[in-house]
C-alpha cells in the first residue's frame, strides 16, 4: 500500500482505538484536554474506543471501522503483518523531525525503513504499592508479587496483590528471572526457549496462589487497591497518579530487576475512511503541548524532547520521575515470535496467550 | 380454590418466602441509597452524607438523555416488530395444524434459550460476513429476535383459551376472515399482545449483551451504564437513572398485571 | 315440500377415523330433525359440515338445492347454536346478538332494535348491557339462540344446546325451543345424545353410530321398532332377547326388542307369551319400579307401575308380553 | 330483523378484504404461509442462518500472529477446544450453571408456591410486582450494587463485624475452591450474584405451574391420608417439575453465557461467556470463540429436548 | 345400628353465604345416603365437611361416634370420590390405587397387590400401567373408586361421581355402585342434583336448598309425599296444586301434589275427582306421553301410557284422580 501523497481537507470524523487515558477531553480533570481544541481547530470530530489489552486492540482493528490506534510494541508489528495498518507518509507530517531520535526509527513501528505510524508516549510498567501496607519500607523488588511473604504490616501478601491479566504478563515473570536465575541464561524475557518459559510458567503459577483476581482495566484494578485490600501490583503511572491525585496511600518503584514497559505508536488503519483527519491528529499529537499534556495525566514520557520543558501540567521534573532517563532499562512490549534473535527458537505468542489462561485458571 | 380462603400458610413457608424477597430486594434498596450518597467517586458504605442533588445533575447530563432516548427508541421498534412476528407465529401454530408445528416453538425459544453471548455473536459475525455497518437497526434486529418469544408465549396461551368456536361463531354468524380478526380475534388477543410487548419492551431495555456485539459506536443506556459503572465519573447519576427506570416501569407492570389476570398467568416473564 | 339440507352418500374421513361414513339424508324444510348417537359416532362432524367448517371427503351437499361445497360459512344462511354457546366474551349481550348484523354492514341503530327485538324473543329484555360472564348457563343459551336466530337463517343447527344445562332447566328449555321452532317455522337441526331430549322434540330422529345413520324414523318408531340390536341398546332402555330366547318362544328371528314397560309380571294371559326367571334387582324410579329378572342368564328389564307389589329379591317370577311388542332386529 | 336471506348462498363480497377472505378459505395452505413466512424467514433464515455461519468459523483456524482468519477447513480449533485449559473452563462454567439452578429452584419455589397457593387479591398483585421490579432493575446496576455488598471492605463485612461474625466469615473464606482473599473473588461471590440475577426467572414459570396444580389433587391425596410433607413430596412436586423445568432454562442459559458477572466479581478463572467474549473480541480468535459457543448450543439443545418431553414448554 | 355420620345443628357460613345452616342429620352405619338438590344447596358443603376439607362455623359433627373438629381430613378414615375424579395425572392407575397405601408406609410389594385387586373389583384388571388421561370418563370414575376403596373406609363420600358420564354410562355405574355398596356393607353417603339417581339408589335422601334439609326420608315417601312446595317441584315432575285449585277440590291446605302418572284422561269414576281443561302441549317420552293441561290457567301434567291415545292440543279434556293421590304440603 502506498501512503498518502498529499494532505486534503478533513472528513469531519476520526475514530481511534485507544489505551484509557491516552485521550482526554476534559471529563475527569478539565485541564486534561487535548481533543477539544482539535476538534476546534480542524473540525474533526473524535470519537475514541478504548481497549485495555494490546490482543484487544489488534481484534478491533482486524474488525475495521476505526482510523487510528495507539499500539504497543506487542500489538504494532502484529498489525503491520496483518496488513491492518498502512505506511505514513512523514511528509505529510512538519513535527516528525522534532521526535526523540530514540524513538524515530524504533523497531515496534519501522519495518524495512517504513515507517507505520507516529510515536505516541512511552513509559515503564512500574510496581505500585500501598504505603500503610509498607510502612515506610518501600518494596526494592518484584519478589512482592512473585513469591508469598509477610509484609511490613505484619501480615502475608497472600491475596493482597495482583498481576496484569495480559499474557504479555509472562514476560514481567521472564524478566524477574533473568535476575534471580541467570542459570536459566534468558537474555531477553521476550525471546524464551522451552525450558526458560516453563520456568516462567512455574513462576506465575506461584503468583496464582497469591492473585485473588488479576488487573484487565485500569480504573477496575483502582477500585480494587481502594475496596478489596489489594497493596502491591504491577501497575501503569496512570493508576499511581489518579489516586495519589484523590490522596490515596500509594505511591510505586521501579524495581532492581527493572521493569517491562510500552511504547506507543498511533497507527493508521489501512483501510481509514479519515485519512486527513488522522494526520492532523498525528501532527497535533507531536506538539510539546500535548506530549506534555498526555505524559503528566498518564505518567508516561513524551516523544518529543521539548515537552519535558516548560509544561505545565507535567512540570520541568516531570521527565525525570517518570523515567525518560531510564529509556535503556526498559524492555519494550513486543511480541514473542518463534524464530526469535537471541537464539534458536522461541515460545511464540498464541502460546503465551493459551497458557496464560490455564496458568490463571489453575493448571 | 374454594377451601383456600380458610388455609393458612405454614410458618415455616411464610418465612422462607419472606427471606427469598428480602434477598431479592435489600441489593435494591442499596442501589436508591445510593443515589443520593453525598460522596461521587467511590460508593462508600455507610454514605457520608445524603443528598438530592444528583437528580438535578441527571436531568442535565445530555448523555444520559441521549442514552435514554436511543434505548427508548431500540425498544420500541425492537418491541413493535416482536409483536408483529410473535402473534403471526402464535395464531399460525394454535390455529393451523402443519407440519412441523413443534419445531416452531421450539425455533422461538432458542434465541432466549441460548446464551445471549452466543445470539450477539452469531448476529455480529453475520452482519460483518454481509457487509453490513453496525448501527441503530442492527442493534434492533438483534434485540427483536429475542424479543419475539416473549409476545409469542403470551400470544399462544391466550389463543389457546380463546376457545375455538368462537371464531367458527363469527364465520357462522357471516363475518369473513378480516372481519373475524378485527372483531373477534384481536378484541380477545389484545391484552395479552399489550403484556408481551412490555415484557419484550423490559427485555429490550436492560439488554446489555447482545446489545455489546451488534451495536457499532452507538451507547444505549445499560452500554452508557456500564462504561459509567467501569469509569465512573458521577457515580450516583448512575444509581439515579436505575431508580427512575424502575419507578417509572412500575405501573405498565401493574397494568400488565391487571391485564391479563384472570387468564394466564404471564409465564416466562421477563425472560 | 322443499328439501332443507341433502346429504348424498356424504364422507369425513380424518387420517383412518371415518367420522362420518357414507351418510345420505334429507331433512325437510320446516323440520325439527335430532341426530341422536353416543360420544364419537360423528353427529358433530355432521353440523360441521351442513354450517361449513367442514368439507365433506366424499359425497354431496345441497343446502336448499344449491351446492354446498367450496361455500365458506359466512356465505351460509345457516347459522349454529354452538354447545358452548361460543357467545363473544368482549362483547356485550347486545352487540353478541347484534353481531351478525354488523358484519353485515346494518345500521347501529337498525341492529340494536332487532337484537333487541330477538332478546325480547327469548325472553330476556332488558339484559342487553350485560356481559356474557354475568348470565347463567339457561341465560346464555338463550342469547345463543337469540343472536343465530336474529340472521334469520334457512336452517338452524344446534350442537347439544342443553347438554351443559341443569335437569330443571333442560326441560323447561325444551319446551321453549319447541315452541320457538314451531313459531318461526325454521328447519332445526338438533344435536343430542340424550334419547329423551330426542324423542321428545324430534319430528324425525337420526340415530348414529360409528359415523352411519343406523336407523331413521319417527320418534315411535325408532323406540317402538328399533331396527338393530345398537337401537334398541341406545334408545329407551329395550330389552334385547338373545337368539337363544327368541328361539325358546318360537320366533325365526335371532334377535327381538322387548320394552320393558310392555312386560307384566304376571302368569300369561290368553293369547300372551311367558317367560320365568329370578329376580336380580329392584329400583326405585318414582313413577315406576324397575325390576330387573335374570332369565336363563339374560336379564329382563321390567317398568311396573308403582302402586304395584315390588317382590323380593332372589323371588321366582312369571313374566308375561304380548307378541305384537316383540320386535325382530338386525343383527348389527 | 330485516335480513332475509333470498338464498343459502349470500353474495359474494365485491371488496378486496372479502375476496381475499374467501381467497383464503379456499386455500388454508396460502394463508399459512402468509402468517409463518415472516417469523420464519426472520427466525429460520436470519437467525438460524447467522448460527450456522458462526459454526461454520469453527472448522477455520487463525494466524497466530497477525490474527487473521485462515479459511481452510480443519479440527485444529477443536483441537484447541478440548486442550485441557479450556475443558477446565467448560467444567467450572457447567457446574456453576447446574449450581445456580439448583439453589435457585430452592429459593424460587416457597416465594412461588406463596404466590400460588395463598396469596390472594391485592398480595397476589404485591407478590407479582415484588417478583418482576427485580426483572426490570438493571442488571449491571444490580451487579455493581453486589460488588459493594461482598468487596473485602464492603457492606457484608461491615454487617460481620457489627454482629461479631466476621470468623464465620474467615472461616469460610478460608475454605478450598469456594473461599478466596474476600467474597467478591471467590467462587461464593460469583455464586450468589448469578443466583442473586438470574433466579427471578425461576419464581413465574413454578408459580404458573403451581397455579395449575389442581386444588382438588392436593385435597384428594389428603383424603387418602397423606400429610402435608407427603403431599408436597408425592404430588405437588412432580406436578411442579415441568415449571421449574421452564424456569431452569433461564437460570441455567442465562449463566453458561454471562460474562459479565464473573469478570466483575470473581476470581480471574474464565467462564465459557468470558472465553468466548476474550477470543472473540479480545483475541479476536472468532474460529476459537465459534467453538466455543457449540458447548452451550449443544447442552442447552439436549436441555431443550428434554424439556419439550416433559411437557415444560406449556409452562413457559 | 350404629351411627356413622351424626350432624347436630351444623352451619357452614361463607361471609354472608349461608352454604350450610343448621343441619341435623344423622347417618346409619352401612346405609345408602343420598343428598339431592339444586346448584349451590350446600350438598358438597356438607360433605366437605364430612371429609374435614371444611370446619363447621357452629355445630358439631360426629364421625362413629367421636367428635370430627380439629381432625385433618388425613386422619379421618373417611374416603372421597371427587366430581372430576381427581386422579394424580403424573402416577400410573396402579399407583394412584396404591396411592393412600403408599402413604401409610405399606410395602411395595403389599400395596400393588392390594391395588390390583382393587382395580379387579372395579372391573379394570390390567390397566393398571395406564395413565389417569388415556381412560375414558367412566373407566375414570372407577379408577377414582377403586383408589377410594382400596382404603377400606369406614364411610365413603361421593360427589355427583356420575355428573360428567353419559346417560347409558350412568344408569350401568348406577347399578355397579349399588351393588358394590351392598357387597361391601360401607357407608355411603352420595351427592347428587339428580332425582331419578337419588330415588333409584338411595335407601334414604336428604333434600336441600339453600343449605337447609327440606325433607329427609326414604325414596318412596320424598316421591310420594313431598313435605314442601320445594321437594314437588323438584323431586319428580309433581304438579303442584295452586290453592285455588285446591279450594275447588274442598282441601284445607293450600297446595297439594299430584304425581303426573295418578291422573288419568277420562272422566271421573267413583270417589275420584275430577277437573276440566284444554290441552297444551304433548310430547312422546317413550314409555309414556307427557301431556300438559291447561286448568282455570294451572298447568298439570298428565303421564299417558304410550298405548292410550293422544288428544289433540286445544281440544277440551277431564281429568280423574284418586284422593288419596293428592298430598297436601307446606307452603314453604
Ligand atoms: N378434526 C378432527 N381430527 C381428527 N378426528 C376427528 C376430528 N373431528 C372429529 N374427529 C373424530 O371423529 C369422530 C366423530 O366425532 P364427532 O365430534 O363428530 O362425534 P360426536 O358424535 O359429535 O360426539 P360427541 O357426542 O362426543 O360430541 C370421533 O372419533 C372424533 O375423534
Ligand atoms: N369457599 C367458599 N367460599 C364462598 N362461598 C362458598 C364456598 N364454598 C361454597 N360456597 C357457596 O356456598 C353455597 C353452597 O355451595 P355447595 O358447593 O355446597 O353447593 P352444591 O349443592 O354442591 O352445588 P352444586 O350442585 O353446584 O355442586 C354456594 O352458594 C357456594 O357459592
Ligand atoms: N431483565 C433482563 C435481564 C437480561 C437478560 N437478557 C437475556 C437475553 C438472552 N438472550
Ligand atoms: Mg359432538
Ligand atoms: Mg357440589
Not at chain 2, 205 to 220: C, H, L, P, R
Amino acid at each position: 500500500q502506498e501512503p498518502l501523497k498529499e494532505l486534503g481537507k478533513g472528513e469531519g470524523q476520526l475514530s481511534i482505538v485507544a489505551w484509557p487515558g491516552y485521550i482526554e477531553r476534559g471529563e475527569t480533570d478539565k485541564n486534561y484536554d487535548w481533543v477539544t481544541e482539535f476538534e476546534k481547530k480542524t473540525g474533526c470530530k473524535v470519537s475514541v474506543k478504548t481497549a485495555a489489552t494490546s490482543d484487544e486492540m489488534v481484534a478491533l482493528m482486524n474488525e475495521g471501522g476505526f482510523d487510528l490506534v495507539t499500539a504497543s510494541g506487542d500489538a504494532s508489528l502484529r498489525l503491520v503483518a496483518g496488513k491492518r495498518v498502512q505506511p505514513i507518509n512523514t511528509a505529510l507530517i512538519p513535527s516528525w523531525k522534532t521526535i526523540d531520535e530514540r524513538m524515530q526509527n524504533a523497531p515496534w513501528h519501522t519495518a524495512n525503513d517504513v515507517h507505520y505510524g507516529t510515536p505516541y508516549v512511552w513509559g515503564p510498567n512500574v510496581l505500585m504499592y500501598n504505603t500503610e501496607a509498607f510502612k515506610g519500607q518501600p518494596p526494592k523488588s518484584w519478589n512482592v508479587v512473585f513469591e508469598e511473604m509477610t509484609l511490613p504490616d505484619g501480615k502475608s501478601n497472600k491475596g493482597r496483590i495482583q498481576a496484569y491479566d495480559g499474557p504479555i504478563h509472562v514476560a514481567d515473570a521472564a524478566n524477574y528471572l533473568m535476575a534471580h536465575k541467570p542459570e536459566l541464561g534468558i537474555k531477553d524475557p521476550y525471546e524464551l526457549n522451552e525450558d526458560q518459559y516453563k520456568a516462567a510458567l512455574d513462576l506465575l503459577r506461584v503468583q496464582r496462589t497469591l492473585v485473588g483476581r488479576y488487573w484487565h482495566d485500569a480504573m477496575i484494578q483502582i477500585d480494587d487497591f481502594k475496596n478489596e485490600g489489594v497493596v502491591a501490583s504491577g501497575s501503569w503511572p496512570f493508576q499511581v497518579n489518579l489516586m495519589q491525585a484523590e490522596k490515596q496511600p500509594i505511591s510505586s518503584i521501579i524495581p532492581e530487576e527493572g521493569v517491562t514497559g510500552w511504547a506507543d505508536t498511533t497507527m493508521l488503519h489501512a483501510e481509514s475512511e479519515h485519512p486527513n483527519c488522522a494526520y492532523m491528529w498525528m501532527e497535533h499529537t507531536l506538539s510539546p503541548k500535548v506530549q506534555g499534556d498526555v505524559s503528566a495525566w498518564f505518567g508516561a514520557n513524551p516523544s518529543v524532547g521539548a515537552a519535558c520543558k516548560g509544561n505545565e501540567l507535567l512540570t520541568d521534573q516531570g521527565c525525570a520521575t517518570n523515567g525518560y532517563n531510564d529509556f535503556d532499562k526498559v524492555k519494550f512490549w513486543k511480541t514473542p515470535v518463534a524464530k526469535c534473535a537471541s537464539q534458536s527458537e522461541c515460545v511464540p505468542y498464541h502460546r503465551w496467550v493459551s497458557d496464560y489462561i490455564g496458568v490463571i485458571g489453575g493448571r | 380454590m374454594r377451601s383456600e380462603k380458610t388455609n393458612r400458610a405454614p410458618l415455616g413457608l411464610k418465612i422462607a418466602a419472606a427471606a427469598g424477597l428480602a434477598f431479592m430486594h435489600l441489593p435494591i434498596l442499596l442501589i436508591f441509597l445510593y443515589a443520593f450518597t453525598t460522596e461521587e467517586k467511590t460508593y462508600q458504605f455507610p454514605p457520608p452524607g445524603l443528598t438530592t442533588q444528583w437528580f438535578a445533575v441527571a436531568w442535565n447530563r445530555p448523555d444520559v438523555w441521549a442514552a435514554l432516548t436511543l434505548s427508548v427508541k431500540v425498544a420500541a421498534i425492537a418491541t413493535a416488530a416482536a409483536l408483529v412476528l410473535g402473534t403471526l407465529c402464535a395464531a399460525a401454530v394454535s390455529q393451523t395444524r402443519f407440519f412441523g408445528r413443534e419445531t416452531v416453538s421450539l425455533l422461538v425459544i432458542l434465541p432466549i434459550a441460548l446464551p445471549g453471548i452466543i445470539t450477539g455473536i452469531a448476529l455480529r459475525s453475520a452482519f460483518s460476513m454481509a457487509d453490513i455497518p453496525f448501527s441503530f437497526w442492527t442493534i434492533v434486529l438483534g434485540h427483536a429476535t429475542f424479543c419475539i418469544v416473549v409476545v409469542y408465549n403470551n400470544a399462544v396461551a391466550r389463543f389457546r383459551r380463546i376457545s375455538g368456536s368462537l371464531i367458527e361463531a363469527s364465520l357462522d354468524l357471516g363475518a369473513d376472515g378480516f372481519q373475524t380478526f378485527r372483531y373477534v380475534i384481536l378484541p380477545n388477543i389484545g391484552t395479552a399482545l399489550l403484556a408481551g410487548g412490555m415484557l419484550a419492551f423490559a427485555l429490550s431495555f436492560d439488554e446489555v449483551i447482545v446489545t455489546t456485539f451488534t451495536a457499532g459506536q452507538q451507547s444505549t443506556l445499560p452500554i452508557w451504564m456500564l462504561e459509567e459503572l467501569i469509569r465512573p465519573r458521577q457515580r450516583p447519576v448512575t444509581n439515579v437513572v436505575a431508580m427512575i427506570v424502575v419507578i417509572v416501569t412500575f405501573l405498565p407492570i401493574l397494568g400488565a398485571y391487571y391485564l391479563t389476570r384472570d387468564g394466564d398467568q404471564i409465564a416466562g416473564a421477563g425472560k | 315440500m322443499t328439501t332443507a339440507v341433502l346429504f348424498d352418500n356424504v364422507s369425513r374421513h380424518f387420517g383412518a377415523v371415518r367420522a362420518v361414513d357414507r351418510v345420505n339424508l334429507s331433512i325437510t324444510e320446516g323440520e325439527f330433525f335430532a341426530m341422536l348417537g353416543p360420544s364419537g359416532s360423528g353427529k358433530t362432524t355432521c353440523l360441521r359440515l351442513m354450517a361449513g367448517f367442514e368439507q365433506p371427503s366424499a359425497g354431496h351437499i345441497e343446502i336448499f338445492g344449491e351446492t354446498a361445497e367450496g361455500v365458506p360459512p359466512y356465505r351460509r344462511s345457516v347459522n349454529t347454536v354452538f354447545q358452548d354457546y361460543a357467545l363473544f366474551p368482549h362483547l356485550s349481550i347486545l352487540d353478541n346478538v347484534a353481531y351478525g348484523l354488523m358484519v353485515k354492514g346494518i345500521g347501529r341503530e337498525e341492529r340494536r332494535k332487532a337484537a333487541g327485538d330477538a332478546l325480547a324473543m327469548v325472553k330476556l329484555p332488558g339484559y342487553g348491557a350485560r356481559r356474557p360472564g354475568q348470565l347463567s348457563g339457561g341465560q346464555r343459551q338463550r342469547v345463543a339462540l337469540a343472536r343465530a336466530l336474529v340472521n334469520k337463517p334457512k336452517v338452524l343447527l344446534l350442537d347439544e344446546p342443553l347438554g351443559a344445562l341443569d335437569l330443571k332447566l333442560r326441560e323447561q328449555m325444551q319446551e321453549e325451543l319447541k315452541s320457538l321452532q314451531k313459531s318461526l317455522g325454521i328447519t332445526f337441526v338438533f344435536v343430542t345424545h340424550d334419547q329423551g331430549e330426542a324423542l321428545s322434540m324430534a319430528d324425525r330422529i337420526a340415530v348414529f353410530n360409528e359415523g352411519r345413520i343406523q336407523q331413521l324414523g319417527r320418534p315411535e318408531d325408532v323406540y317402538n321398532r328399533p331396527k338393530t340390536r345398537f337401537v334398541a341398546d341406545f334408545v329407551g332402555s329395550s330389552n334385547v332377547l338373545s337368539s337363544k330366547l327368541c328361539q325358546k318362544l318360537g320366533l325365526t328371528a335371532s334377535y327381538a326388542s322387548l320394552r320393558p314397560e310392555a312386560v307384566a309380571i304376571a302368569p300369561a294371559s290368553d293369547g300372551a307369551l311367558s317367560l320365568s326367571g329370578t329376580v336380580a334387582g329392584r329400583s326405585f324410579l318414582g313413577a315406576t319400579n324397575r325390576i330387573v329378572v335374570d332369565v336363563e342368564g339374560s336379564r329382563i328389564a321390567v317398568a311396573s307401575p308403582a302402586a304395584q307389589a315390588v317382590p323380593e329379591i332372589g323371588s321366582p317370577v312369571t313374566l308375561s308380553f304380548a307378541t305384537r311388542d316383540l320386535h325382530p332386529m338386525e343383527d348389527a | 330483523m330485516t335480513v332475509v336471506a333470498e338464498s343459502l348462498v349470500l353474495p359474494e363480497r365485491r371488496s378486496t378484504a372479502g375476496r381475499l377472505s374467501d381467497f383464503f378459505w379456499r386455500h388454508p395452505r396460502v394463508l399459512l404461509t402468509v402468517l409463518l413466512g415472516p417469523p420464519l424467514l426472520w427466525l429460520g433464515i436470519v437467525y438460524l442462518g447467522s448460527l450456522f455461519a458462526l459454526l461454520l468459523q469453527s472448522f477455520f483456524s487463525i494466524d497466530e500472529f497477525s490474527g487473521l482468519i485462515n479459511y481452510e477447513f480443519t479440527l485444529a480449533t477443536y483441537r484447541q477446544l478440548l486442550s485441557e485449559a479450556n475443558l477446565d473452563i467448560i467444567l467450572r462454567t457447567v457446574a456453576m450453571a447446574a449450581l445456580v439452578t439448583l439453589v435457585s429452584a430452592f429459593i424460587a419455589f416457597p416465594i412461588a408456591y406463596y404466590a400460588a397457593r395463598y396469596a390472594r387479591g391485592k398480595w397476589k398483585a404485591l407478590f407479582y410486582l415484588a417478583v418482576m421490579l427485580p426483572l426490570w432493575s438493571s442488571y449491571l446496576v444490580k451487579v455493581y450494587a453486589w460488588k459493594l455488598i461482598l468487596a473485602k471492605e464492603g457492606i457484608l463485612t461491615w454487617v460481620f463485624e457489627k454482629l461479631n461474625l466476621i470468623w464465620l466469615l474467615d472461616a469460610w473464606l478460608a475454605l478450598p475452591i469456594v473461599g478466596g482473599n474476600s467474597l467478591s473473588v471467590s467462587y461464593t461471590g460469583t455464586f450468589i450474584v448469578f443466583v442473586y440475577v438470574w433466579m427471578p426467572f425461576m419464581i413465574l414459570p413454578v408459580q404458573a405451574a403451581l397455579e395449575r396444580v389442581p386444588a382438588n389433587l392436593i385435597e384428594a391425596s389428603s383424603d387418602l391420608g397423606g400429610t402435608p410433607a407427603q403431599t408436597f413430596r408425592h404430588v405437588l412436586f412432580p406436578l411442579a417439575l415441568p415449571g421449574i423445568v421452564a424456569g431452569s432454562i433461564f437460570t441455567f442459559s442465562l449463566t453458561l453465557g454471562d460474562y459479565i458477572i464473573p469478570q466483575i466479581i470473581g476470581s480471574s478463572r474464565l467462564f465459557i461467556g468470558q472465553a468466548v467474549y476474550a477470543q472473540q473480541g479480545t483475541a479476536g480468535n472468532i474460529p476459537l470463540a465459534a467453538a466455543f459457543t457449540v458447548v452451550p448450543i449443544v447442552i442447552m439443545g439436549a436441555y431443550l429436548w428434554m424439556a419439550k418431553r416433559m411437557g415444560a414448554f406449556d409452562a413457559l
